[in-house]
T-cell receptor
Framework: QQQVKQSPQSLIVQKGGISIINCAYENTAFDYFPWYQQFPGKGPALLIA???DVSEKKEGRFTISFNKSAKQFSLHIMDSQPGDSATYFC????????????WGAGTKLIIKP | NAGVMQNPRHLVRRRGQEARLRCSPMKGHSHVYWYRQLPEEGLKFMVY????????ESGMPKERFSAEFPKEGPSILRIQQVVRGDSAAYFC???????????FGQGTRLTVV
């Protein structure tokens, strides 16, 4: 019940296209859903996050869509650029678990020029 | 991310030796989480500490692993009698308050030979 399932494992998108990564969860106590970007040899960096009281959040080219009833959320990267090539992780946390982040397995995104 | 300092960045230990990983949180942050990341996987929670207190160590193996966050100085993750399976990247994250944004360090990559 603590798992967060992420797909796809890897994704290749042409420059200028839309990259879409999906995550699903089971624990209805989760109340914070961040997306992290990680480059090789670096720590994860917060990209964008959402709480379940909204269905969508947009920051620049990055959008989170959240479907509470389906227990799913997704990251959309518009106008994908080669510099977006990285590994993306979804995560979730809950107050009753001391806000420890439960992570998806990651999606390796490659943007082809 | 540069605000959370982890050292060393890379650590090589022989089987049976001790590994000490250090994490200095961002200024003003009193909450530290340690996570472990195996290659091609998401991060796994290990332990959550506040100054001088272990709040949640449910993700940390009971044997050989310990963590502390003293009143002064960095948080330390200590692994005694390391084995090859301990080889991983270890990340710490600091928070200003519970439930706020997590800031990650660059990680310590431990290799046990």
């Amino acid at each position: 019940q603590q798992q967060v399932k992420q797909s796809p494992q890897s994704l290749i998108v042409q420059k200028g296209g839309i990259s879409i990564i999906n995550c699903a969860y089971e624990n209805t106590a989760f109340d914070y859903f961040p997306w992290y970007q990680q480059f090789p040899g670096k720590g994860p960096a917060l990209l964008i996050a959402i709480r379940p009281d909204v269905s969508e959040k947009k920051e620049g080219r990055f959008t989170i869509s959240f479907n509470k009833s389906a227990k799913q959320f997704s990251l959309h990267i518009m106008d994908s650029q080669p510099g977006d090539s990285a590994t993306y992780f979804c995560a979730a946390s809950a107050m009753d678990s001391n806000y420890q982040l439960i992570w998806g397995a990651g999606t390796k995104l490659i943007i082809k020029p | 991310n540069a605000g959370v300092m982890q050292n060393p960045r890379h650590l090589v230990r022989r089987r049976g030796q001790e590994a000490r990983l250090r994490c200095s949180p961002m200024k003003g942050h009193s909450h530290v989480y340690w996570y472990r990341q195996l290659p091609e996987e998401g991060l796994k929670f290990m332990v959550y500490l506040q100054k001088e207190n272990i709040i949640d160590e449910s993700g940390m193996p009971k044997e050989r692993f310990s963590a502390e966050f003293p009143k002064e100085g960095p948080s330390i993750l200590r692994i005694q009698q390391v084995v090859r399976g301990d080889s991983a990247a270890y990340f710490c994250a600091s928070y200003r308050d519970r439930g706020t944004e997590a800031f990650f360090g660059q990680g310590t990559r431990l290799t046990v030979v």
